[in-house]
């Protein structure tokens, strides 16, 4: 089992970067393939990106695709994910997510573990 812990979140302007990080406990970090996803007030969870276990193969939401850049680096079993020209509608809750699967794809509910989720707004 692994447990996730995101960090970085908070509030910035439209158009600002914020970049945020996901620390995962355990060793078996590169067993998982991760994904962010956010949630805004009053909608459903939805997929954000997602990384393979040794980071080759990436996937982003149309909606941030060309902003938003996800790596991740085993040696500190951590994921990032770096976001760029951020907009009033980014702003939601963010989390990160874990599965033990070879690509889990954009459903929430192929993702096992979950983190606390970290909150970014985005003022216009």
């Known amino acids: 089992q692994v447990q996730l812990v995101e960090s970085g979140g908070g509030l910035v302007q439209a158009g600002g970067s914020l970049r945020l990080s996901c620390a995962a406990s355990g060793p078996t970090f590169t067993t998982y393939a991760m994904g962010w996803f956010r949630q805004a007030p009053g909608k459903e969870r939805e997929f954000v990106s997602a990384i393979s276990r040794r980071g080759s193969t990436v996937s982003y939401a149309d909606s941030v695709k060309g902003r938003f850049t996800i790596t991740r680096d085993n040696a500190k079993n951590t994921v990032f994910l770096q976001m760029n020209s951020l907009k009033a509608e980014d702003t939601a809750v963010y989390y990160c997510?874990?599965?033990?699967?070879?690509?889990?794809?954009?459903?929430?509910?192929?993702?096992?573990?979950w983190g606390q989720g970290t909150q970014v707004t985005v003022s216009s």
């Open positions: 997510a874990a599965d033990d699967s070879t690509w889990p794809g954009r459903g929430a509910y192929e993702y096992d573990y």
